[in-house]
């Protein structure tokens, strides 16, 4: 991997694996945000799509960790399914369409989705969908977040304001979550896969980070209640703003 910056080869793997302790932290704490928080901080060390590929095995493997209790799926999958359709086709069409998300505009991609979603998050905005929506609104944002997912590895926009606008109970909510971002995750190996950039040396390093961030979400978990989650999150999103900044200037400042 190519660094902007000399790193030992003991050091950078040390670094990234406090990067997903960190992004686990942030997930046991407030109930999301690995996959966010891992390709941000990632993205100041690698290109996007080298950062995606480290992201798959833990982030599948916590969303679908998410999803439980089986009992209550059914009902829900059906719901959301034509949304996640969306998704898949969305995720794989971008792409194609796009290539693995590297270089100078996949950084910016980033930037602006990470600075759209902290934004929107920071409002505290709340929309409404009628349930006769859901059946072509759905796929639509499905598509629209396969498409982000595509170029940025992020797959929060639009899906996370969409599923808080169904009116969902928080239990429901939060698995309907883990739903969207499990096949937003497979979606996206298989789009990197699709451009040779998720090897089996890439699934092995994945794996191993997954030790790390099940020990980060496992001591959010415990600061859970002594935290305030509101502040946190703000702290949090917040800090989403500054990094999105970050990348985007520092593309378009460079020569």
């Known amino acids: 991997m190519n660094f902007p910056f000399s790193l030992s080869d003991a ?3 040390l670094l990234v694996a406090l990067v997903f302790v960190l992004a686990g932290l942030v997930k046991g704490v407030v109930g999301l945000g690995l996959p966010t928080i891992a390709m941000a901080l990632l993205a100041l060390l690698m290109t996007p799509a080298q950062a995606a590929a480290l ?9 679908v960790w998410q999803i439980r209790p089986w009992s209550a799926l059914g009902p829900l ?5 034509p949304m996640q ?3 898949f086709v969305g995720t794989l069409a971008g792409a194609w369409a796009l ?11 980033l930037g602006v989705a990470l600075i759209g979603y902290a934004v929107w998050g920071l409002t505290g905005a709340r929309l409404t969908v009628r349930a006769a929506s859901e059946p072509w609104l759905g796929p639509v944002i499905g598509a629209m977040t396969g498409l982000v997912t595509a170029a940025t590895g992020v797959f929060v926009i639009p899906a996370v304001p969409y599923l808080q606008a169904l009116g969902l109970q928080r239990d429901a909510l939060i698995q309907a ?5 499990t096949v937003s995750t497979v979606a996206l190996a298989a789009g990197l896969y699709f451009n040779a950039q998720y090897s ?7 794996a191993l980070l997954l030790l790390p961030a099940l020990a980060g979400m496992a001591l959010g978990q415990s600061l859970r209640h002594r935290l305030s989650p509101l502040l946190f999150r703000k702290v949090f999103l917040g800090s989403l703003i500054v990094l999105g900044l970050h990348m985007v200037i520092k593309e378009m400042l460079a020569p």
Not at 200 to 206: R, V, Y
């Open 200 to 206: 089996s040396t890439s699934l092995g390093a994945s």
């Open 177 to 181: 979550m883990g739903i969207s971002f």
């Open 55 to 63: 992201l798959i095995v833990p982030s599948l493997v916590t969303n």
């Open 85 to 87: 359709v969306g998704v």
């Open 99 to 109: 290539g693995a998300p590297a270089g100078a505009w996949a950084t910016v991609c």
């Open 11 to 13: 050091a950078w793997p």
């Open 77 to 81: 999958l059906r719901r959301l399914a």
